[in-house]
């Protein structure tokens, strides 16, 4: 059986999933500004820790398929995380997380962007509270 937090093996399916993200749903782009704003971030020793949180957002949004958010254990996880995560949200999590379902809702509107619409919406949950949880 397979450990809770063991990573997920890469399907054809997931892996198809990905390369069309990368090509059509615009995963690229948005796992590159991810990437650059956590390098803004971490230039400062307050946004240290948000630019780990937005590094973790890049790489869910470069590769949305085949990864799974679990919750995170330890020192990422309780109070501590719920706190930072109220802070989080009314910073920058509210506003990625509408524009995430912004894209959501006009990937829905063909039926082959069904599969890119459900991406963007676990982004959006993933970008409202990225504390206390691992991308794996």
Known sequence: MAHALAPTQPTTLGTLGNV?????????VLAAGY??????????????????????????ALLPFDKRVVDATGVASGLLAFVVNVVWFFIAG?????????????????????????????LALLALRPFGKDVV
């Not at 069309?20 to 690229?28: A, E, K, P, R």
């Not at 990437?35 to 869910?60: D, E, M, R, S």
Request: charged share 5%; with cysteine.
């Open 20 to 28: 069309l993200w990368i090509v059509f749903g615009g995963g690229l």
């Open 35 to 60: 990437f650059v704003a956590g390098l803004l971030l971490a230039i400062t020793i307050v946004g240290l820790p948000f630019a780990v949180q937005v590094w973790k957002l890049a790489w869910y």
């Open 94 to 122: 509210l506003w990625l997380a509408l524009a995430h379902v912004g894209y959501a809702l006009a990937c829905a509107v063909t039926i082959i962007g069904i599969p890119f619409a459900i991406a963007h919406l676990k």
